[in-house]
């Protein structure tokens, strides 16, 4: 990779996380499908990356050797001096790595994990999944610095928009409540299949905001991301959710995304 490269200097691409297990992906598609939005939102000229990346991912999974895990892609606007215009002739870095990794047991799901609100420092096109993640990464050291394993990213509105890398959920009245998919968020690939996946369990789903001192007083929270399923928070800013135990709710949604999950990745899925 050149140092010159527009990804190296500028942050200046997109990028995709995607599960993987044996030959089969996590709903690829839609992965590729964002990665493709990205780039034309980006007028980064990405003729081909989708079919590229369709073909050449069964055989580094398969080269990899590893049976389960995350690819990691990246599409940059490639290497060209520096310069803040757009070059007209760089071509893009096109990269994908695999890394092998498992994932939550039940138990763990059980078990849940904490978050802390803090004010969202990032840019206004959070639909677009930019590689620039310095707000995220300074998020991450304030949770932990904090005591706590994510980080609730809260407008200026109040209004609490996702997590640092997961889409955020609120159980009120037994209706789950999510931030629209508008600039403030990154529409989830994951997100979706939980609103699929509440409707079809007749679990009333509103696309609105709530306020962090709604989210506060909450029945239950839970987050969403490719690396974590459906993921149960179970205290915000020391504060217990609800009984500050996996609430009912998000259990059925989480084990039910379990099987489809499960359905996807089976080699006779
Ligand atoms: N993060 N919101 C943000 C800001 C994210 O970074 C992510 C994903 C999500 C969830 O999207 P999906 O369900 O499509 O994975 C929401 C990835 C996993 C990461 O950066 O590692």
């Known amino acids: 990779i050149s140092v010159q490269d527009r990804g190296f200097q500028f942050a200046d691409g997109v990028y995709e996380v995607v599960r993987f297990k044996g030959s089969r992906f996590l709903w690829l598609d839609e992965h590729l499908a964002r990665l493709e939005r990205g780039l034309t939102a980006l007028a980064i000229p990405g003729v081909g990356s989708r079919d590229r990346f369709t073909r050449v991912l069964p055989e580094l999974v398969r080269r990899s050797g590893s049976g389960e895990g995350s690819i990691y892609l990246q599409v940059t606007r490639g290497p060209a001096p520096r310069d803040f215009s757009m070059p007209i002739s760089a071509v893009p870095t096109e990269l994908a790595y695999v890394a092998p ?26 639909d677009i999944k930019a590689i620039c993640l310095t707000a995220a990464v300074l998020g991450k050291a304030v949770a932990a610095e904090r005591g706590a394993s994510e980080v609730i990213w809260v407008g200026p509105d109040r209004l609490v928009r996702e997590g640092g890398s997961c889409n955020l ?81 998000s259990l059925r949604l989480a084990e039910r995304m379990r099987a489809v999950v499960d359905r996807e990745l089976s080699a006779d899925g």
Do not use: N
């Open 101 to 126: 990794q498992t994932f939550f047991t039940w138990d763990q799901v059980l078990a849940g994990t904490t978050a802390c609100l803090m004010e969202d420092i990032r840019w206004t096109r959070c």
């Open 169 to 249: 959920f609120v159980v009120r009245g037994g209706e789950v409540w999510t931030h629209p998919a508008d600039r403030h968020i990154l529409a989830g690939v994951t997100r979706l299949r939980v609103l699929e996946i509440a409707r079809e369990s007749g679990v009333v789903v509103r696309e609105e905001p709530v306020t962090a001192e709604e989210l506060l007083v909450a029945d239950e929270v839970f987050l969403s991301s490719t690396l974590r399923d459906l993921l149960p928070i179970l205290r915000v800013d020391g504060r217990p959710i609800g009984r500050g135990q996996a609430g009912p709710v």
